[in-house]
């Protein structure tokens, strides 16, 4: 089996604009949609979404390499470095992952092998792995199954005495001016590294880091794509494959791209609803807050953070008692006065089966 870097074209990327046109325009109308919403919220709503557009991003990018993070940690960590409280060397894992991904939302200068090679530190701060913080020094092949006996091979990277020419490559295309619309150059970025595949491990994660790099030196990604790469971890793995044949003057990158933008145009459709609905959830507690006690307040919060789901189930008395831990009585009197507030309607004939529907 041959592999693209093998081949004369190598490193020379190639797409189809006529085949990406439509996917692109629509990438670009959906970003453009997700800013315009999130340019009206408050300063403290936006940062709000963009610590936890960060959060969300380490927690899921770090899932689909099949390692569990604790969003708590994470959350912690990210808002002490946002906020300069972290400007020492890492205590704990959390602390570093939130090193990486601040840095690769906040680059102003360009990308260079020192900084890739501090990120490979930060990312197994406090694990144990061949060569740390340097390009790899042994072969490494991309296998469909570790099965023993059985040699499922589907991409070996360029030998360890290549990586360093072909990263100096990269990094100088990477830095250089952008010639192409900004979705595909971070398409194509993120294939070209993970096809020269530089690091012992990790390389995944940093890629997808590159990623947030490209977009937050135009406008920044106003969403988690890890999360949507995600749910569809198959679909990458295969479309990464497909974005590396060889064509008759250059690597025939298209597949990859196509996938990418549709990937990128499902992850802003997620988005959009998340940003409706915390539009939604502010618009509530504005409307209702001066009706709402402080447990009925907690509650409602408790609910909210569950999501629009767990809204349109409503809420009974024995609900809200679980909820508040009030006693049935005090249970009650919450919901008839919620009710005669306008913040909920009752939905059933009464009685113990009493249920209210909430009005958000």
């Known amino acids: 089996m041959s592999h693209i870097w093998q081949s004369s074209h190598w490193p020379r990327f190639h797409y189809d604009p006529r085949a990406t046109e439509v996917a692109?325009?629509?990438?670009?109308?959906?970003?453009g949609e997700i800013r315009g919403?999130?340019?009206?919220?408050?300063?403290?709503?936006q940062e709000y979404l963009h610590y936890s557009r960060i959060v969300e991003e380490a927690v899921a990018s770090f899932e689909i390499e099949g390692?569990?993070?604790?969003p708590s940690q994470i959350e912690a960590?990210?808002?002490?470095?946002?906020?300069?409280?972290?400007?020492?060397?890492?205590?704990?894992r959390a602390d570093a992952i939130a090193a990486l991904m601040t840095s690769a939302r906040d680059i102003s200068g360009p990308v260079d092998e020192a900084l890739l090679m501090s990120w490979h530190r930060l990312?197994?701060?406090?694990?144990?792995?061949?060569?740390?913080?340097?390009?790899?020094?042994?072969?490494?092949?991309?296998?469909?199954?570790?099965?023993p006996g059985r040699s499922d091979m589907l991409y070996r990277a360029p030998p360890p005495s290549q990586v360093a020419t072909d990263m100096a490559d990269f990094l100088s295309w990477f830095n250089g001016p952008v010639t192409m619309p900004v979705p595909i150059f971070a398409a194509l970025a993120h294939l070209w590294f993970e096809s020269i595949h530089p690091f012992s491990d990790g390389n995944g994660r940093i890629g997808r880091a590159l990623i947030d790099v490209v977009f937050a030196r135009h406008r920044g990604l106003p969403f988690a794509l890890s999360r949507q790469i995600e749910r569809e971890k198959k679909e990458y793995y295969a479309a990464l494959q497909a974005g590396r044949q060889s064509g008759q003057a250059a690597i025939d990158a298209t597949p990859f791209v196509i996938w990418f933008l549709n990937c990128l145009n499902r992850a802003a459709k997620s988005s959009h609803d998340?940003?409706?609905?915390?539009?939604?959830?502010?618009?509530?507690?504005a409307r209702h807050g001066a009706h709402l006690t402080s447990r009925a307040n907690e509650a409602f919060r408790k609910i909210f953070a569950l999501?629009?789901?767990r809204l349109s189930e409503g809420i009974s008395a024995r609900g809200w008692r679980k909820l508040t831990g009030a006693s049935s009585a005090t249970a009650t009197r919450d919901l008839a006065?919620?009710?005669?507030?306008?913040?909920?309607?009752?939905?059933?004939?009464?009685?113990?089966?009493?249920?209210?529907?909430?009005?958000?």
């Open 274 to 285: 998340d940003v409706r609905f915390f539009l939604r959830r502010n618009a509530f507690f």
């Open 24 to 31: 692109l325009a629509e990438v670009q109308e959906r970003l």
């Open 77 to 92: 960590s990210v808002i002490a470095s946002l906020r300069h409280r972290a400007q020492v060397q890492p205590a704990r």
């Open 67 to 70: 390692v569990q993070l604790d």
């Open 37 to 45: 919403i999130q340019a009206g919220l408050s300063p403290q709503d």
């Open 337 to 360: 006065a919620l009710e005669l507030a306008g913040v909920l309607r009752r939905t059933d004939a009464g009685g113990r089966s009493t249920s209210y529907e909430i009005l958000w």
């Open 123 to 147: 990312l197994f701060f406090g694990i144990e792995i061949e060569d740390p913080g340097r390009w790899r020094s042994f072969e490494i092949e991309i296998v469909k199954s570790a099965a």
């Open 307 to 309: 999501g629009p789901l």
